[in-house]
């Protein structure tokens, strides 16, 4: 059946981009099928059923290149230790405790409250990064069923790590490997989860994957034909880690033993150097910046402006922040600046690029149609926000509009594979009340565990 969506002001966010004023959009399926002038698309669809957006401001869906589902009970959680004082004592004392305190229903609600939050701001494409030791096998099948739930569109993956021993590591593998298969069955049988979900290799870190685990993983992945979803350098510990164990720097590491090439995707990427960065463009692999967590954990800011430079795809993620992905945009359009004291550094049209352009080649790896994207044969992924701007919106200056007026506040509607999932701001997929009611009666038991973890862990 086809739809439309009609009288809105379309920007399209093509490369460059168009503002159609009283634009419209028909949707056929999960696909949109004509983008133009509500005249023009009306003509062409006269008896369509449609949703008038009102002079709204409509634009594709958000991606996220990288997050993490399993985290949100970390907010307001009590650390029960000193307060970290560098990541690889916040990795410790909060995330790798938090994530073994996680059980199958922790991992769903964790799930759904994120959905939840990336239904309202807008952002209709995830890419996860999956931890849950105590819960690996079948944790994959538990995020799938929460984003089918939800109408969204995720890739997700599970992270191989050694930290827990080498039982957890081959689980890990083992995890990645059926979900993997899944995917295609799915995707080989026609079957509508094979359109919205996606899966990677997870691997958690270079610094907690030693060589026999990197192997075996390659191995795996290479019988697959898929790439990596790995952090890579996000603190100065990464570098030094591997120049002390391994002689080289973490990215030539990862080269030599096969997790680089066109279909990796690496995280955060804030302390590669000058070589580093043109073996990540050579080697084709894709890297996600994340502002706000950078900031957050203190590690520094990414050379994203060498990187592309050098011809590296940069997308733009969140590694767990909320999914406003409008808040991502900013943080990076500022951080920059601050960093380098150079209000010249990063500009709107920078960002933009990486929120968009990056994100939609990002995704392009796991998905046979485009997304972000505004164009027939795209993903029908779609938001309608009620930004009213005060000064004149054109092609040529909305990457300002998108930096200085527009945010995830600004969204009304939620649409996804021609699913509405959100109008008018009420959400039609999950039960928002009910599902955060039932995360606020759990979470007392995951912090209970958390603590025991921790006083564990200390000897108490």
């Given at each position: 059946?086809?739809?439309?969506?009609?009288?809105?002001?379309?920007?399209?966010?093509?490369?460059?981009?168009?503002?159609?004023?009283?634009?419209?959009?028909?949707?056929?399926?999960?696909?949109?099928?004509?983008?133009?002038?509500?005249?023009?698309?009306?003509?062409?669809y006269p008896d369509a059923e449609a949703l008038d957006a009102g002079g709204q401001l409509v634009l594709p869906g958000s991606i996220c290149a990288h997050t993490h589902f399993y985290g949100a009970f970390a907010r307001g959680m009590p650390l029960h230790d000193e307060p970290p004082s560098n990541f690889p004592h916040i990795l410790r004392r909060l995330w790798w405790r938090l994530d073994r305190a996680l059980d199958e229903k922790a991992v769903r609600l964790s799930a759904l409250?994120?959905?939840?939050?990336?239904?309202?701001?807008?952002?209709?494409?995830?890419?996860?990064?999956?931890?849950?030791?105590?819960?690996?096998?079948?944790?994959?099948?538990?995020?799938?069923?929460?984003?089918?739930?939800?109408?969204?569109?995720?890739?997700?993956?599970?992270?191989?790590?050694?930290?827990?021993?080498?039982?957890?590591?081959?689980?890990?593998?083992?995890?990645?490997?059926?979900?993997?298969?899944?995917?295609?069955?799915?995707?080989?049988?026609?079957?509508?989860?094979?359109?919205?979900?996606?899966?990677?290799?997870?691997?958690?870190?270079?610094?907690?994957?030693?060589?026999?685990?990197?192997?075996?993983?390659?191995?795996?992945a290479r019988a697959l034909e898929v790439g990596f979803h790995i952090h890579v350098a996000e603190d100065a510990a990464d570098e030094g880690h591997s120049l002390t164990v391994y002689g080289v720097r973490t990215v030539e590491r990862l080269a030599r033993e096969g997790v680089l090439g066109p279909q990796t995707l690496c995280a955060h990427c804030v302390h590669v150097d000058e070589a580093e960065i043109r073996l990540l463009a050579r080697t084709g692999s894709k890297i996600s910046?994340?502002?706000?967590?950078?900031?957050?954990?203190?590690?520094?800011?990414?050379?994203?402006?060498?990187?592309?430079?050098?011809?590296?795809?940069?997308?733009?993620?969140?590694?767990?922040?909320?999914?406003?992905?409008?808040?991502?945009?900013?943080?990076?359009?500022?951080?920059?600046?601050?960093?380098?004291?150079?209000?010249?550094?990063?500009?709107?049209?920078?960002?933009?690029?990486?929120?968009?352009?990056?994100?939609?080649?990002?995704?392009?790896?796991?998905?046979?149609?485009?997304?972000?994207?505004?164009?027939?044969?795209?993903?029908?992924?779609?938001?309608?926000?009620?930004?009213?701007?005060?000064?004149?919106?054109?092609?040529?200056?909305?990457?300002?509009?998108?930096?200085?007026?527009?945010?995830?506040?600004?969204?009304?509607?939620?649409?996804?594979?021609?699913?509405?999932?959100?109008?008018?701001?009420?959400?039609?997929?999950?039960?928002?009340?009910?599902?955060?009611?039932?995360?606020?009666?759990?979470?007392?038991?995951?912090?209970?565990?958390?603590?025991?973890?921790?006083?564990?862990?200390?000897?108490?």
């Amino acid at each position: 059946m086809t739809w439309l969506i009609t009288h809105g002001r379309v920007c399209t966010m093509e490369d460059p981009p168009r503002v159609l004023e009283d634009g419209a959009i028909a949707i056929d399926g999960d696909l949109i099928a004509m983008v133009g002038t509500t005249a023009e698309v009306r003509a062409r669809y006269p008896d369509a059923e449609a949703l008038d957006a009102g002079g709204q401001l409509v634009l594709p869906g958000s991606i996220c290149a990288h997050t993490h589902f399993y985290g949100a009970f970390a907010r307001g959680m009590p650390l029960h230790d000193e307060p970290p004082s560098n990541f690889p004592h916040i990795l410790r004392r909060l995330w790798w405790r938090l994530d073994r305190a996680l059980d199958e229903k922790a991992v769903r609600l964790s799930a759904l409250v994120c959905l939840i939050d990336a239904i309202r701001h807008g952002t209709t494409t995830l890419i996860d990064h999956h931890a849950s030791p105590s819960c690996i096998d079948g944790s994959l099948d538990i995020l799938a069923e929460a984003v089918m739930e939800a109408g969204l569109r995720a890739c997700l993956c599970y992270e191989v790590t050694d930290r827990n021993g080498p039982d957890g590591a081959r689980a890990g593998i083992e995890e990645n490997v059926r979900f993997l298969r899944q995917v295609r069955e799915w995707r080989a049988a026609g079957d509508p989860r094979g359109a919205f979900l996606a899966a990677s290799f997870g691997l958690h870190a270079a610094f907690t994957v030693g060589p026999e685990t990197m192997e075996r993983a390659v191995a795996e992945a290479r019988a697959l034909e898929v790439g990596f979803h790995i952090h890579v350098a996000e603190d100065a510990a990464d570098e030094g880690h591997s120049l002390t164990v391994y002689g080289v720097r973490t990215v030539e590491r990862l080269a030599r033993e096969g997790v680089l090439g066109p279909q990796t995707l690496c995280a955060h990427c804030v302390h590669v150097d000058e070589a580093e960065i043109r073996l990540l463009a050579r080697t084709g692999s894709k890297i996600s910046h994340q502002p706000r967590s950078n900031m957050n954990n203190a590690v520094g800011v990414a050379p994203v402006e060498a990187m592309r430079r050098a011809g590296a795809i940069v997308g733009l993620g969140n590694d767990g922040f909320s999914n406003n992905m409008f808040a991502e945009m900013k943080a990076a359009y500022l951080v920059h600046k601050v960093h380098a004291r150079d209000p010249r550094v990063m500009g709107a049209e920078e960002v933009i690029a990486m929120a968009y352009h990056g994100n939609a080649c990002i995704a392009s790896l796991f998905w046979p149609h485009p997304v972000g994207v505004l164009s027939p044969g795209a993903y029908a992924d779609i938001i309608l926000l009620d930004y009213c701007p005060y000064t004149p919106l054109t092609a040529e200056n909305l990457a300002w509009h998108l930096i200085f007026g527009i945010d995830g506040s600004h969204v009304t509607t939620t649409v996804c594979g021609g699913r509405v999932l959100m109008k008018d701001r009420q959400l039609l997929t999950l039960d928002e009340e009910r599902i955060a009611a039932e995360a606020r009666a759990y979470a007392p038991v995951i912090w209970e565990r958390f603590r025991a973890i921790a006083e564990s862990e200390r000897g108490l």
